[in-house]
Nanobody
Framework: VQLQASGGGTVRAGGSLRLSCATSGSISSLNIMGWYRQAPGKQRELVAT???????SYVDSVKGRFTISRDNAKRTVFLRMDSLKPEDTAVYYC???????????WGQGTLVTVSS
């Protein structure tokens, strides 16, 4: 499975960005798609996930500001980020967990920089 993330960039605090991650290759219809991020000097953390059914979860720090969604037909996951803060600055990685094969696949990361 290959994942191609896009949409990162530099934005001022309070601004918005939309990340996209397109998948290709063989993956079961039972999967969880998600976004993680890694800030400089910090461990990678889970930001948001969405199941095949559309159930979502978020880390507390982004609740109410970020929205994860997916287009199953296009096999793409999105992360809409609003009211961005400088502490959201990180490399964002998309992830797909195949619930049948138990295989995790990762995208290459896209940098989001939020200036104050």
């Amino acid at each position: 499975v290959q994942l191609q993330a896009s949409g990162g960039g530099t934005v001022r605090a309070g601004g918005s960005l939309r990340l996209s991650c397109a998948t290709s290759g063989s993956i079961s219809s039972l999967n969880i798609m998600g976004w993680y991020r890694q800030a400089p000097g910090k461990q990678r953390e889970l930001v948001a996930t969405i199941t095949s059914r559309g159930d979502t979860s978020y880390v507390d720090s982004v609740k109410g500001r970020f929205t994860i969604s997916r287009d199953n037909a296009k096999r793409t996951v999105f992360l809409r980020m609003d009211s961005l803060k400088p502490e959201d600055t990180a490399v964002y990685y998309c992830n797909v967990r195949d619930l049948v094969t138990r295989v995790d696949s990762w995208g290459q990361g896209t940098l989001v920089t939020v200036s104050s």
